[in-house]
């Protein structure tokens, strides 16, 4: 008969909930399943029986009994890579091309997600994304090595602990030579068949508000690089607040319309720095051709 299993917790694992460890731990075993050896006291940790939300200490062992994984496979590890800018004992800092889904969906089989759980397989705590970014967005990303880290990194964002600028390119000449900050609610769910698009909508008719400081880098024929500081961080917020601007964004069929669509040029969106409060991280877009963002520009965004 098979006998139980002891675990210890690693220092990467410290402060997480007895679920989630499990989980993390046991790939596959359905969840059903492990709130039920939970609660029946099945599952110990140092010899004593605990409720799922429980926070782990570093070097408890945890006692688990025989589980059968699910039906369900794990996610498949992606063979491709992925460029790390930083690393230390709490973080990452990811490069995140343009086109790469941050996390799976269905059939999804490529994502930063998969890619880090092939870098890192094996290790009892495999990093968590500590935000998002849009599919066709580049730049730079946040994730955490240790369960503190993820919990830091997720404590600033809700705080607006981090400071967070992007580069875009957008239609049209920005008439603002100096920097300014735009002001709007936004709502989600703004027309009958796609419920992800975001929609403006006036003060005191609903919405969350969106505050945002654009600076105008430098213009060239019709469009515009700009720089956006996000003091806020909502869904689609620089591509809604811009295009209502009547600026959107080179490449973005969902809010340029028609134009965008046959432009065919992919979104000149990138998330250029993000700051802690202990350093700063900054990376260059690969943008090409006419699109390339001077190395004077570069400098005044890092600088905004």
Do not use: N
């Not at 917020?237 to 959107?248: D, E, F, K, T, Y």
Request: one cysteine or more; charged letters at 25%.
């Amino acid at each position: 008969m098979p006998k139980p299993t002891l675990i210890e917790v690693t220092p990467a694992e410290d402060g997480q909930k007895l679920l989630t460890f499990l989980e993390r731990r046991l790939p596959g075993v359905p969840y059903a399943a492990l709130m039920r050896v939970i609660r029946t006291g099945q599952v110990r940790v140092d010899g004593g029986r605990k409720k799922p939300f429980f926070r782990l200490a570093a070097g408890s062992l945890v006692r688990v009994p025989p589980l059968e994984p699910g039906e369900a496979p794990a996610p498949r590890a992606h063979p491709a890579g992925l460029a790390i800018v930083h690393r230390d004992r709490d973080i990452l800092v990811v490069a995140k091309p343009a086109g790469l889904c941050v996390q799976g969906g269905t059939g999804q089989t490529d994502s930063v997600d998969h890619r880090l759980r092939a870098l890192f397989a094996g290790e009892p705590f495999v990093p968590a994304l500590a935000h998002r970014l849009d599919r066709d967005t580049s730049g730079l990303l946040l994730v955490g090595r240790t369960h503190a880290g993820v919990r830091r990194l997720a404590g600033l964002f809700k705080s607006g602990g981090i400071g967070k600028t992007y580069l875009c390119w957008v239609r049209g000449v920005w008439p603002h030579e100096r920097p300014v900050r735009i002001k709007d609610y936004l709502e989600k769910g703004g027309e009958a068949g796609d419920p992800e698009r975001v929609r403006v909508r006036r003060r005191g008719q609903g919405g969350r508000l969106a505050l945002a400081e654009v600076l105008r880098l430098l213009v060239r024929g019709q469009v515009s690089l700009l720089a956006v500081k996000l003091l806020t961080g909502r869904t689609h917020q620089i591509r809604v607040q811009l295009a209502s601007r009547g600026h959107p964004l080179v490449g973005d069929a969902k809010y340029g319309g028609p134009a965008e669509r046959k432009a065919k040029v992919s979104l000149r969106l990138h998330a250029f720095r993000l700051a802690l409060p202990e350093r700063a991280f900054v990376l260059a877009p690969d943008w090409e051709g006419e699109w390339a963002a001077p190395v004077e520009a570069l400098a005044r965004a890092e600088a905004f």
